[in-house]
């Protein structure tokens, strides 16, 4: 998989003109640029991108397939840089039941996407090495929205490297936000939601399990996973003198 200019470029041939949308930013706990159409949305966040494309099955084809193309085009059809996300580079997902989200293992691969999509007048989201297309989006307007994405995901990056440590085990790393994440276990909940969770200060309720492996053979150093309410995962490991827990597709180090 891999980023790519085309200097000489060659037509493309498609048969589906962009919809044209409006480009919006939306600030807060989860800084993003998205457009929307009629039945598609493109949203752009500090480290990942959220696409849910018209059909249920097109998103289930892109995580299987686990690949998606990003080509980039000037003038409706000639492309002029592309972007291949697969295993190699990227995480790719289905979230909240519907969007594919993937997610940049460097953050030099994401900064190049947003690039192109702030410079050139359409995306192209097709089917890895094939033309074979999930959707178009216009650009028009793409890049006043990922400045103002861009300055609040720096914002928010230098705001989290202040944060005071909490009291216990506290875990740090992370990707193109680093984050800072501290659970506790509750020994009297009162209902299912028998942990705590708290990244970069937020807090939310979590459930253990235990047996998050089902029948399959747990990975080495594994204690518990915290299920948390708005559906995130945080593996917990123990090996030695080693300490660390994995959420999302990064790990994050005992840093107290």
């Known amino acids: 998989m891999m980023k790519y200019h085309i200097f000489a470029a060659a037509a493309l041939a498609v048969s589906t003109l962009p919809a044209l949308a409006e480009w919006r930013f939306s600030g807060g706990q989860t800084p993003n640029a998205f457009s929307q159409t009629n039945n598609m949305t493109l949203e752009l966040q500090c480290d990942r991108i959220r696409f849910a494309p018209a059909g249920y099955e097109d998103a289930q ?63 192209n989201l097709s089917m890895v090495d094939q033309d074979t297309s999930y959707g178009f989006f216009d650009l028009t307007g793409s890049g006043a929205a990922i400045r103002s994405l861009r300055a609040e995901c720096s914002e928010s990056d230098q705001s989290s490297e202040s944060i005071e440590a909490p009291e216990g085990a506290v875990y740090c790393g992370g990707g193109g936000i680093k984050r800072q994440i501290e659970y506790v276990i509750l020994e009297n909940p009162g209902d299912q939601w028998d942990a705590r969770v708290t990244v970069n200060g937020d807090t939310q309720r979590a459930m253990t399990s235990y047996s998050y492996f089902g029948d399959t053979e747990p990975l080495k150093g594994f204690v518990v996973a915290l299920l948390a309410e708005d559906r995130s995962e945080f593996l917990i490991f123990q090996n030695r003198r080693e300490n660390w827990l994995e959420f999302g597709d990064y790990r994050y180090d005992q840093c107290n």
Do not use: M
């Open 61 to 123: 084809d892109i995580a299987q397939k686990n690949g998606l193309s990003l080509r980039f085009l000037v003038n409706g059809s000639q492309e002029v840089a592309g972007f291949q996300a697969g295993r190699e580079n990227t995480f790719i997902q289905i979230v909240d039941n519907y969007p594919v989200e993937i997610l940049f293992s460097e953050e030099a691969d994401y900064e190049f996407v947003l690039d192109q999509i702030a410079a050139n007048a359409t995306l």
